[in-house]
């Protein structure tokens, strides 16, 4: 990872990732989640979708509850109890005014001043000439993320939000993209890997579902092994940071 990134702010008290799967936070991300949260922030949790359809050997009717059940075990493990699934369809969420209207009613609801989303990027790297296709889902989150940051301080966008008791929330101050190509920001998590690790681990039938080797925490450690010296510490997680305008 070329230069160096700065430290993500930490002086607010709540934050909010929302993502398309469940297991999305959990390479990586989940490790700065604990970090946060046993300082005391809170945090929640958005599934788009339940990952229905992300295991190959069981029928999205099944794969759907299995999953929800590992992410939500997965985010008690790094310090998370408020873990919301909106229903979209896995593999063929829609981008649009349905998906920012049920974002929208999320922030709404938890009133975050930090959100956190996959990066929405065509494609995106694991090393120097390495371009991997950016799933359809992940784009299409991540877009509605950025636009539901601003929906929600706008009571004339969404108005029916107001006669289901969502007040407007114009607290938002920064979007933190995981997985930007080009990351201008970390969390230190050298002291926060173990939750992190474990938080992945917890998603057995998903991982059990990929039919290859792969280790939980040697792909943790390896990634934050990447991003830490460029924040001068052992390990790191990148992130991009998107600042609201007029904040």
Known sequence: MNGQLQAVPEDWSRAMAIVAHPDDLEYGAASAIARWTRAGRSVAYVMVTDGESGIDGLHPL???????????????????????????????????????????????????????????????????????????????????????????????????????????????????????????????????LEPGVASLRAHEAYLRGLGRDFDPETFVRGMTAMAGPALGVPHAVAFGQIQLQGV
């Open 62 to 192: 099944e794969a759907g509850p299995v999953r929800q059940k590992e992410q939500v075990a997965s985010a008690a493990l790094v310090g998370v109890g408020d873990v919301a699934f909106l229903g979209h369809h896995d593999g063929v969420v829609e981008g649009g005014l349905d998906l920012r209207r049920d974002i929208t009613r999320e922030v709404r609801r938890f009133r975050p001043e930090v959100l956190v989303t996959a990066t929405f990027e065509l494609t995106y790297g694991m090393g120097p000439g390495q371009h991997i296709l950016n799933q359809a889902d992940h784009r299409a989150v991540g877009v509605a993320v950025l636009d539901a940051a601003r929906d929600v301080g706008n009571r004339w966008i969404f108005p029916e939000l107001l006669d289901e008791g969502y007040a407007p929330w114009d607290g938002v101050r920064h979007v933190y993209v995981m997985g930007a190509n080009e990351p201008t920001h970390a969390v230190d998590v050298t002291d926060a």
